[in-house]
């Protein structure tokens, strides 16, 4: 692994852990195995590593969500798929992250919103638009808004003491929002397919 990627793999999992306003640039050099003289040659202050972290999770998380897309049989199983993996990575975030990133990084909040509607938005929009294409979905779907309604409300789990208060509720909370999204875009036929995904996936995620 190079080291930048490395640099921010770490800074990305102890935000996650941790939150983002008592993470210093010690805690990183420390998890990342090198000096604090290196750490400052890639990044001149922790709002630089902010930054740069924020940008190369959405990198990642986008990769792998165009990836579990790209390998599912109709939008459904993609949809599934997406609960599962979002699943096991709630199962790492303190719920307080999003809150200080907000706070404390505004200008690294904006860069992940805007990365949020960029990518996330678009991919759910096409998997809507798909969905209806395999008579998945109600046909009667605006696709825009509900794309748009998907990512807000995801991210309502993301606000602490709004509608969670530890890890345990995020992770509950997280897959209850997804699963009433889906039964209130789904047909008959898509709710079949739901209920035989769900035994598939999301059982196996829990055991993670």
């Known amino acids: 692994m190079e ?4 640099i921010l793999g770490v800074s990305v999992e ?4 941790y939150g983002f306003k008592t993470i210093t640039m010690d805690d990183i050099a420390r998890r990342a195995g090198i000096s604090k003289k290196t750490l400052y040659q890639h990044f001149a202050n922790k709002q630089e590593v902010v930054q740069e972290s924020v940008i190369w999770y959405k990198n990642q998380t986008s990769f792998s969500c165009e990836a579990v897309l790209k390998d599912s049989e109709n939008a459904i199983e993609a ?3 997406m609960l ?3 699943d096991n990575m709630h199962k790492r975030i303190n719920p307080m992250a999003m809150f200080e990133m ?3 990084f505004p200008e690294a909040y ?8 960029e990518r996330d938005v678009v ?6 638009l798909q969905g209806i294409k395999e008579g998945l979905y109600r046909e009667d779907l605006n696709a825009d808004l509900l794309a748009r309604y998907r990512l807000e409300s995801s991210l309502l789990v993301l606000q602490p003491n709004l509608l969670v208060s530890d ?6 909370v997280a897959l209850e929002i997804g699963e009433h999204f889906l039964y209130g875009i789904m047909n008959a036929k898509g709710e079949k397919l739901y209920h035989k995904y769900k035994e598939k996936y999301l059982k196996q995620a829990s055991k993670i």
Request: no cysteine; glycine share 0%.
């Open 123 to 128: 991919m759910m929009r096409e998997n809507i």
């Open 79 to 81: 949809m599934v798929k």
């Open 3 to 6: 080291p930048l990627d490395k």
């Open 110 to 117: 904006k860069t992940f919103r805007d990365m949020l509607v």
């Open 14 to 17: 102890l935000f996650s852990q």
């Open 84 to 86: 599962a993996f979002f």
């Open 102 to 104: 907000q706070r404390f």
């Open 167 to 172: 890890r345990n509720d995020l992770i509950s």
